[in-house]
């Protein structure tokens, strides 16, 4: 905060006495999609870890998270407080804390270093308290990293008869992924006692076809995803079968994608099946989420081009839905290592009605996004693959051209397992 007010002056910092002592009533904000969807999380999951790390429970720890988002959103800015924000700093916080604190643990095992670097608040929280942050570790269940190259071809179409294509001929995409804890007949109480946590980014050319709101996305791709899944309880009806675990839970969901032509993000509570079947020479694995979206964002389906721009310009390139989020995936192994995968995420989302600006319309957005990946083991440690991603979207509109979009990306990759 103190950055922000002296550092580069940010005006929303300038807080008088005023802005303190007179109740502002909290309504919704249209901040840049990282803010919002990125780092708000990550400022309630500071909150969080400062708590956790001086020992605290994690409903003491949650405690702190809802009074640290609560001061900050009424006494440290001079705007109103921001319903999303409130959403996302509380809720987001929570996962985001309870994992930085977890894997933070592990690191912490064989690099202190690390350990500092994904719970940065043991900077302050070690020296004033004395202590250091207890718990166990050794939950690590994979842990691998993927470097992949691709290309991808979109096409939007609108009952107005548009019909635009865009290729990215080539992208580079490095990922991480992690999975803490057996996902497969684990019965615990314990929030985020397991979780999958994956993050990566790409970039790469664009063919030129469109100019976007900059003219450096006439030559430049991005792309970075955030996708995360915590069990919140969880039972294990099928006991101690070693060949056959199943596992039925209470999940939080969260998906954020940041892309050239798609923003995305779904804050999701869920009920989640997950099973494993161990054969004579193969494994089979599959999972089923259905979950109610809390709060999320699609983008109006050109926000980084050049018609919404021609048509009166733009407050904020998304929208806010509410909805729900499906998800089906299933996974063969066989004993050589070889593995085939295939997953489903569904979105059935709708705008809310008061943010529609010019140009844009509320409506129901539904989303498809289909993985298929093939891996081949070249060693203990490393593995090369395939990989085919769809994405597809459907929008029907009020007051506006109803949109199909979709996008399809090719990749090979390599991936590096650690653990």
Known sequence: MLWCRFGYGANWAQVTWDDISTFRKPEWDTDWVWTNFVLHPFQGGLYYLSARNSNLNRLESLAITAAGDAVWEWFYETQEPSINDLVYSFVGGFMTGEIMYRLSLETAQTNEFFGFLINPM??????????????????????????????????????????????????????????????????????????????????????GAWRGEHEIEKKIMYDVFLN????????????????????????????????????????????????????????????????????????????????????????HDYSYTTGARTQAGIRLTHKSGARLFLQFVGYAMRDFAWQAQEGQSTGWEFITDLLLQAELPVSEKIRFGAESHLYHKRAFYDSADNVVQSMHTGSVYVRFLFK
């Open 122 to 207: 043991r900077v302050w929280t070690d020296p004033i308290t004395g202590e250091k942050p207890r718990g166990t570790h050794g939950h690590i269940k994979e842990l691998s990293a993927r470097l992949s190259i691709g290309t991808s071809r979109s096409n939007t179409q609108t009952d107005g008869d548009r019909d635009e294509d865009e290729h990215f001929p080539l992208s580079i995409s490095p990922e991480f992924y992690v999975v803490y804890g057996n996902p497969y007949g684990h019965d615990s109480n314990e929030p985020f006692s397991q979780f999958n946590f994956r993050i990566g980014g790409g970039i790469g050319r664009t063919s």
């Open 228 to 315: 995360s899944s915590g069990i919140l309880f969880s039972r294990a009806p099928g006991g101690e079968d070693e060949d056959c675990q199943t596992t039925t839970a209470l999940v939080l969901d969260y998906d954020f994608r940041w892309h050239s032509l798609i923003d995305l993000s779904a804050l999701a509570p869920s009920f989640a099946i997950n099973q494993k079947l161990e054969f004579e020479t193969r494994t089979l694995e599959w999972n089923a989420h259905l979950g109610a979206i809390l709060l999320g964002i699609t983008d109006y389906y050109h926000a980084h081009r050049d018609p919404l721009m021609q048509m009166g310009g733009l407050e």
